[in-house]
């Protein structure tokens, strides 16, 4: 059984930036593809990044391209999101999640608890 905790949200004005981080605990984190999906109130959860089990490839939502940036650290077990630029339409909560296959698909094996992001106008 995998846990993951995220951290790092908050409020933030339009164009300021914020780091999320993950942290994995109870399995072996480098066998797991990771990746950060959120949820908008009224909305359904949307795919935002996903990181390979190296850490060498990522995927982004078109939404995100170019503000985010996800990485990992497999020796400290954590996963970190870096959101630059931010817009309120980014406002949601965020979530975590682990995947033994592809994560990409929205039925991760695992999923955090969430962490509320907010940008003001």
């Known amino acids: 059984q995998v846990q993951l905790v995220e951290s790092g949200g908050g409020l933030v004005q339009a164009g300021g930036s914020l780091r999320l981080s993950c942290a994995a605990s109870g399995g072996t984190f480098s066998s797991y593809a990771m990746g950060w999906f959120r949820q908008a109130p009224g909305k359904e959860r949307e795919f935002v990044a996903a990181?390979?089990?190296?850490?060498?490839?990522?995927y982004y939502a078109d939404s995100v391209k170019g503000r985010f940036a996800a990485s990992r650290d497999n020796a400290k077990n954590t996963v970190d999101l870096q959101m630059n630029s931010l817009k309120p339409e980014d406002t949601a909560v965020y979530y975590c999640?682990?995947?033994?296959?592809?994560?990409?698909?929205?039925?991760?094996?695992?999923w955090g608890q969430g962490t509320q992001v907010t940008v003001s106008s």
């Open positions: 999640a682990a995947d033994r296959s592809t994560v990409r698909a929205g039925t991760p094996d695992y």
């Open positions: 990181i390979s089990r190296s850490g060498g490839t990522t």
